[in-house]
């Protein structure tokens, strides 16, 4: 019985679906499209491995992301970005603030020291000293001489501190729910056309672990649901993207009065969601603690 399923995909369903289509003939010997992301074939294999594997120990789930970017940005209409960071500046006062002021959130171990309970230093210092990441993870070695430069190079140093404010952790679900956040807020806050510039690389990032997911890992598609439904909420209330926020300057700030500041509402308990990403790999959890975290969630 199972062998023929594939089949009930009719023909009679084919044709309806492409109504009005338009046969083109071409004397190209290669695939050819309007559409330049199509016509490379190094980004057509990517983003056909990245959406259809599995995770596994060999390949790590963040592979290969710096060859997408660098695919994408080849195809960039760049005087027109440029263009319209510099029209958008003139219509937003924080955007053209925080790219005039130059505040680079990459901070020396000195600059951490003896932080007070609760504040902004405390946490950066804890992420600094007991996480094995590095908040320099993007563009290395690029120095800033421009306002392009800094944008490129201050959304690295704060992706880890917007994890931070926002309580979405560093872990599967954290990761889906602070995409979906930037999104909403981008869009909410900067022009549709210089937004998607903006949400170029988490829109692959998205729908590349949706469609994963999708095959492969139906717990953690359940859970990435509720994490995008939290990170929309979240993100619709910020006052503006937070990457605009000058980090440098709330490093002695309570948490609490930066959240209340701009619009971070609904943080996750810590730890909430720790337990996601088990649910994105091969090695899975136990069904039984699958079903007490996702009641726990409810």
């Not at 680079?104 to 996480?131: R, W």
């Not at 490093?251 to 009065?257: A, E, F, G, N």
């Not at 007490?292 to 969630?297: E, V, Y």
Request: glycine share 4%; hydrophobic share 35%.
């Amino acid at each position: 019985m199972t062998d023929n399923i594939a089949s009930r995909v009719s023909e009679a369903d084919v044709a309806y679906f492409n109504q009005g289509q338009v046969h083109h003939e071409t004397q190209s010997s290669v695939l050819i499209s309007s559409s330049p992301y199509l016509n490379d074939p190094e980004l057509r294999d990517l983003i056909a491995q990245e959406m259809l594997r599995r995770n596994g120990p060999d390949l790590p789930s963040t592979a290969y992301i710096p060859h997408v970017v660098k695919c994408l940005m080849k195809y960039e209409d760049w005087p027109r970005i440029f263009q319209l960071f510099e029209e958008e500046k003139q219509r937003l006062p924080e955007f053209k603030a925080w790219l005039e002021g130059r505040k680079v959130s990459l901070f020396k171990p000195e600059e951490l020291e003896d932080p007070k309970a609760g504040t902004l230093k405390e946490v950066v210092h804890d992420f600094v000293v007991n996480s094995p990441y590095n908040m320099d993870f993007f563009y290395q070695g690029l120095k800033i001489e421009n306002d392009f430069d800094f944008y490129q190079k201050e959304r690295t140093h704060s992706h880890d501190i917007e994890h931070m404010i926002t309580g979405f952790e560093t872990n599967h679900a954290g990761e889906i729910a602070l995409l979906e956040a930037n999104e909403v807020a981008v869009y909410n806050y900067f022009v549709p056309e210089l937004a998607a510039f903006f949400n170029r690389t988490g829109a692959y990032l998205k729908a590349k672990t949706m469609m994963k997911s999708g095959l492969h890992y139906p717990e953690s598609y359940a859970i990435e649901v509720k994490a995008r439904q939290v990170g929309a909420a979240q993100g619709a209330n910020w006052k503006h993207p937070l990457f605009l926020i000058p980090f440098r300057d709330m490093l002695d700030r309570q948490l609490s009065d930066i959240r209340e500041e701009f619009g971070i509402t609904n943080p996750p308990p810590p730890g909430e969601w720790a337990y996601t990403t088990a649910l994105s790999e091969d090695e899975r959890l136990p069904d039984n603690d699958v079903a007490a975290h996702a009641q726990a969630a409810e």
